[in-house]
Nanobody, 124 residues
């Protein structure tokens, strides 16, 4: 396993919830940014949100998804509520370390370490 590992994906009905976890190893999560991205079948990978000093979200998930962190456990979470079929994708977390800004980076190429992804399927 690499330094970033996602977990928590699965099958959920529309309107349901899932919480994804991003476990980081080998780094002390003090000055860092974590980005969450997703790639739906046949589509390009896109940003979902990110966190450093505070969390920011893509418009498509704003109000439904929440990013939080547990620095003591080196974990970052993506809580996904009110899931829609359009949220079906492989979800990735990525680490930018070090990162000293309170505003986390949007661009995928800003992130150095990527997980293998966890699959989320929203279907009845």
């Amino acid at each position: 396993q690499g330094p970033v590992v996602e977990s928590g994906g699965g099958l959920v009905q529309p309107g349901g919830s899932l919480r994804l976890s991003c476990a980081v190893s080998g780094f002390t999560l003090d000055y860092y940014a974590i980005g969450w991205f997703r790639q739906a079948p046949g589509k390009l990978r896109e940003g979902v949100g990110c966190i450093s000093g505070f969390a920011r979200y893509a418009d498509s998930v704003k109000g439904r998804f929440t990013i939080s962190r547990d620095n003591a456990e080196n974990l970052v979470y993506l809580q996904m509520n009110s899931l829609k079929p359009g949220d079906t994708a492989v979800y990735y977390c990525a680490l930018r370390y070090p990162w000293y800004g309170s505003n986390c980076p949007d661009e995928q190429n800003e992130y150095s370490y990527w997980g293998q992804g966890t699959s989320v399927t929203v279907s009845s």
